[in-house]
T-cell receptor
Framework: NAGVTQTPKFQVLKTGQSMTLQCAQD?????MYWYRQDPGMGLRLIYY???????DKGEVPNGYNVSRLNKREFSLRLESAAPSQTSVYFC?????????????FGPGTRLTVL | AQRVTQPEKLLSVFKGAPVELKCNYS??????LFWYVQYSRQRLQLLLR??SRESIKGFTADLNKGETSFHLKKPFAQEEDSAMYYC????????????FGKGTKLSVKP
């Protein structure tokens, strides 16, 4: 099992460019999440998907869109990148059935917006 | 708002010394509590969760509902414990999502 995979690992964008971060999990999990990690800020939830076909905003959704393509895949799109979106992005998944469920994380995507 | 506080950004101890990483959460019902860890160049992973009452890699965490704390402890720190540690309550409800603290970087010196 690969667990949670993310592509790309690194990306440099210019202000205004768009891109999509891809995430896939092979654990048959119901819930998937996108976080951003910034120095001194911890992890902040951008969007999540409790189940296939549903998505909801997290703490910091502005400037992002998501798509739950199927049960395995959850993508994050930046329509017009801004320097404030320079961050490390993590995708995670969980069973999503209980509050005690463990979240499993991907390796992260390091994004720089110039 | 539901919050979690990790007061120390950096905690530096010598090998063999006891270590305690503090975590306080805002009272809002009875959240499930987790500690996640991120070792250098590795992905974030679960260290332990309160419901399991387990000890992982020598770490334990005690829930104190009166103080709304869930501090992580280890009696004898090892160099391989150096990592970033995040406390994360799950308040459940309609979102049921984790709220991550800002993290504490633990550095264990030889």
């Amino acid at each position: 099992n690969a667990g949670v995979t993310q592509t790309p690992k690194f990306q440099v964008l210019k202000t205004g460019q768009s891109m999509t971060l891809q995430c896939a999990q092979d654990m048959n999990h119901n819930s998937m999440y996108w976080y951003r990690q910034d120095p001194g800020m911890g992890l902040r939830l951008i969007y999540y998907s409790a189940s296939e076909g549903t998505t909801d905003k997290g703490e910091v959704p502005n400037g992002y869109n998501v798509s739950r393509l199927n049960k395995r895949e959850f993508s994050l799109r930046l329509e017009s990148a801004a320097p404030s979106q320079t961050s490390v992005y993590f995708c995670a998944s969980s069973d999503g059935l209980r509050d005690t469920d463990t979240q499993y994380f991907g390796p992260g995507t390091r994004l720089t917006v110039l | 708002a539901q919050r979690v506080t990790q007061p120390e950004k950096l905690l530096s101890v010598f090998k063999g010394a006891p270590v305690e990483l503090k975590c306080n959460y805002s009272y809002s019902g009875s959240p499930e509590l987790f500690w996640y860890v991120q070792y250098s160049r590795q992905r974030l992973q679960l260290l332990l969760r309160h419901i399991s009452r387990e000890s992982i890699k020598g770490f334990t965490a005690d829930l104190n509902k009166g103080e709304t704390s869930f501090h992580l402890k280890k009696p004898f720190a090892q160099e391989e414990d150096s990592a970033m540690y995040y406390c994360a309550p799950n308040y459940g409800g309609s979102q049921g999502n984790l709220i991550f603290g800002k993290g504490t970087k633990l550095s264990v010196k030889p």
